[in-house]
């Protein structure tokens, strides 16, 4: 499929999908003219690109990691190891630091809220 196919289907940019390639996230044939042509299984591989990037991962960890998930399923290819448990639990730690860091930032955002909602004492 072309560019523009690909981009319909998953809802990601021909910009994003031209990144992807340029960091070695995504694959494609040329066409005699030039034109980018990606198989069917493109449209899995970039759902999964969107979901790691939503993780909060970069290009270099997702390019990293790529290779040992699979794309329909994104459960772990059989050759995978330790290495993919590891990297991915190494993640989900940062994720749940992140979490409690956004907790903390909302609990002092309520108490500023709950102060600034209460009636003001009426000076005698």
């Given at each position: 499929?072309?560019?523009?196919?690909?981009?319909?289907?998953?809802?990601?940019?021909?910009?994003?999908?031209?990144?992807?390639?340029?960091?070695?996230?995504?694959?494609?044939?040329?066409?005699?003219?030039?034109?980018?042509?990606?198989?069917?299984?493109?449209v899995d591989r970039v759902r999964r690109i969107q979901e790691l990037?939503?993780?909060?991962?970069?290009?270099?960890?997702?390019?990293?990691?790529?290779?040992?998930?699979?794309?329909?399923?994104?459960?772990?290819?059989?050759?995978?190891?330790?290495?993919?448990?590891?990297?991915?639990?190494?993640?989900?730690?940062?994720?749940?630091?992140m979490i409690q860091d956004l907790q903390r930032s909302r609990a002092?955002?309520?108490?500023?809220?709950?102060?600034?909602?209460?009636?003001?004492?009426?000076?005698?």
């Amino acid at each position: 499929m072309r560019i523009g196919e690909l981009a319909r289907r998953t809802g990601v940019s021909e910009r994003s999908l031209r990144y992807y390639e340029k960091e070695g996230l995504l694959s494609a044939r040329r066409t005699p003219g030039g034109h980018r042509e990606y198989a069917e299984t493109a449209v899995d591989r970039v759902r999964r690109i969107q979901e790691l990037y939503a993780a909060g991962l970069c290009s270099s960890k997702i390019a990293e990691l790529l290779p040992y998930m699979r794309d329909s399923d994104g459960r772990p290819v059989r050759t995978a190891d330790e290495y993919l448990v590891g990297e991915l639990t190494v993640e989900r730690a940062r994720i749940d630091r992140m979490i409690q860091d956004l907790q903390r930032s909302r609990a002092v955002l309520d108490t500023v809220i709950e102060a600034a909602a209460r009636p003001r004492e009426s000076a005698p």
